[in-house]
C-alpha cells in the first residue's frame, strides 16, 4: 500500500469525527456559545461502547444487525472515495457504483429496522427516507456519469478531478457542485432536508428510524452517519480543489482545508435556516436532479454526443 493510500486510511479514521465536531461547533458559535470539543463525537461513541443496548422483544436479528450494515456500508464507500483528492484505497473502472450501491444497502437495513419494531412512528420515517432516496440516486449518477464524459474515465477520483477549461466544463463543474451539496445534505441527514436534533416524530425521517437503537448499536449508526458525511464532503472538495489528482501534499492538505471549510458552510447553514417542510424537501432534491442534468448535457455537447 503506498503512502496515498495511508494517508487516506489514517483520513477515514479521523476526518469522520473531526468534521462532525467541526459541524457542532460551528452551530454553537451561531448560537453564541462556546460548544463541546471538536473530537467530543469520538467520545460520544466511545461512551455509547460501553453501555448495554436493549431490545424490544418485537424485534428480530435484522434490528441487530441493521447498525453494523450501515457502518461497514459506510466504510466501504470511504475506501473508494479519494478523501484527500488523491487515489483512494481501492479504485477501479465505475467504482462509483459501489459507493452508490454502499449506501443504498446501509439505507434499506435501517429502514428494515425500523419497520422491525413495530413502530407506526419509524415506519412513517422508513416511507419517507425511501423517498428522499428515489430523488438522491439518480441525482449522483447523474453528475458523475457527467464528470466521467469530461474526464474520459470511469473512475470516481479521475471524474472528481474535473479541471475547467471552457465554458461547458465550467457549467457542469457549477452544476456538480449544487447537485453534490444537496445529495450530501439529504445522505447525511442535515439541514434543510431533515434535522438530526430534533425531537418531534411527526417531523423526523432519519431520526425516527434508529428511535429505539441503543448502546454499541447507536454508536455504530453514528459513526455510519460520519463517516458518509466524510465521503460527501470530500468529494465535493475533491472538485473544489484545482490540485486534485496531482497526489502531492499540497493537493491533499488543500482537499483537507476545503473538506474542513464544506463543513463549516454546513454547520452555517445549520445554524441560518429552518428545516424545510417534508413537501418543500422532494422539490429541493429536484434542485440535485436538475444540476445533474444540466452537467450531463453540458459533457454531451463538449464531447459532441454520446458513443
Known sequence: MNAERL???????VMPFVLTGVIIRVKALWAGRRGPPLLQPAWDALRLLRKTPVYSDVSTPVFRAAPWVLLLTS??????????????VFSFGFDFVVLAYAWGLGRVALMLAALD???????MGAAREATFATLVEPALFLVVGALGLFSHTSSL???LALKVTGGASALAWASAVVALVVVL????????????????????VHEVMVLDHSGPDLAAIQV???LKLTVGTAAVATLLNPLAGEGTLASALLTLALSLGVAVVLGTVESLIARFKLRTVPQYLAVAIAAGVLALLAATWRTGGLR
Open 7 to 13: 494517508a487516506n486510511v489514517a483520513a477515514l479514521l
Open 224 to 226: 455510519g452517519n460520519a
Open 117 to 123: 419494531t413495530g413502530s407506526a412512528f419509524e415506519g
Open 157 to 159: 477520483h479521475e471524474a
Open 185 to 204: 445534505q439529504a445522505e447525511t441527514a442535515r439541514l434543510p432536508v431533515d434535522d438530526p436534533t430534533t425531537h418531534l416524530e411527526l417531523t423526523m
Open 75 to 88: 466504510a466501504g464507500s470511504a475506501l473508494v472515495t479519494p478523501l484527500l483528492g488523491t487515489t483512494p
